[in-house]
Each structure stands twice: as C-alpha cells, then as structure tokens.
C-alpha cells in the first residue's frame, strides 16, 4: 500500500546526498547531475509516496539540471505518476501476450464498471499500465500494491476492487 507524505526540503536532501555520493562512488567524476537523476528521482517516490511538483525545483537546482531535464525524465518513465497514487495500485499489464489472453476487456471492464482508467484514481485505487509483469504464460498479469496475480480477468478485477474498496490491505 502506498504511502504520502508532503514534500519536505529538508527530508529530501539527506536523501539526494546519498544518491549523488553512490553515483559518485559509480561513476566517479562523472557521478554528477544526470547520472544520480533516476536514483534521485525513486528516492523521493519511495520516501514521499510521489514526487512533488515542488520537488522539481529543488532536484533540478541540487543537481545542477534545468527543470525541463527533470520533468522530462518525470514524464518519460511510467512509474513516476504525476499525483499522488490511491492507497492501492493495481498494475495491470497491456503487452502483446496479456492482451491475446484478454487485458484489453479487462482494461475496458474497468473503466465500465468501476470508473477506473489507466492513470487515474478511484475508490482507493490508481491504474497503471505497464508493459510487461514477466507473467506472460499465466495472463492476463496484474499486480496489486506489491502481489503478482494471474488470469486477471473481469471477475477477479470485480472482486479485487470489492475488496480493496472494503479496506482491505
């Protein structure tokens, strides 16, 4: 389950200066700015739930990037959500192999059913695309919060989000 906290300056850079001091140790000299980015950027997603607009900034200015650099790589790589993500995140897979299983009706059931479209939020939970949970000979795959699960068809979509929606951690 997915958690936020608001964005804090202070929380974050401890935790940039930790990243930068690994690029440091990978890289060497060239351990600066974008090559400590990506790390950066997961370290303020997995400590903050997301990364903040108001982090972009902040990033940008301690790794001596343009803010531009940084909301490219934000919006380029799909795990890095623009809000905040509900209190459960189904990932549902939309690769060639799940969607000859039936991912595409599973998609489209439920944004019928439950209102839920990749991306967005509802009743508690975020959709995600991604391309590909390495489950391909048990599709349709899917994963919630951190659970791997197998013939995600529209009856188990149903019963996922009931139970989620109950509270269900």
Same mark, same amino acid.
């Not at 489950?135 to 009856?155: K, R, V």
């Given at each position: ?27 060497? &000299?060239?351990?600066?700015? #974008?090559?400590? !980015?990506? /790390?950066?950027?997961? +370290? ?6 997301? *990364? ?55 998609? &489209?059931?439920?944004?019928? #059913?439950?209102? !839920?479209? /990749?991306?967005?939020? +509802? ?6 695309? *991604? ?39």
């Amino acid at each position: 389950m997915p958690h936020v906290i608001a964005w804090d300056a202070n929380r974050a850079d401890p935790l940039i200066d930790a990243e930068l001091d690994r690029a440091r140790a990978f890289f060497g &000299a060239d351990g600066e700015g #974008a090559s400590a !980015l990506l /790390p950066v950027l997961h +370290a303020m997603q997995h400590h903050f739930g997301f *990364v903040w607009p108001e982090a972009v900034p902040h990033i940008a200015h301690r790794l001596n990037l343009s803010k531009a650099d940084v909301r490219g790589v934000l919006s380029f790589y799909h795990d890095f959500p623009e809000t905040p993500p509900g209190r459960h995140v189904l990932k549902l897979c939309r690769a060639e192999a799940c969607q000859s299983v039936g991912s595409e009706r599973v998609a &489209a059931h439920l944004a019928a #059913a439950h209102t !839920l479209t /990749p991306g967005a939020t +509802a009743h508690g939970v975020t959709l995600q695309n *991604v391309y590909c949970l390495g489950n391909c000979a048990l599709g349709p795959a899917a994963m919630i919060d951190e659970q791997l699960l197998s013939g995600f068809d529209e009856l188990t979509a149903d019963l996922w989000m009931s139970r989620l929606q109950d509270g269900a951690p």
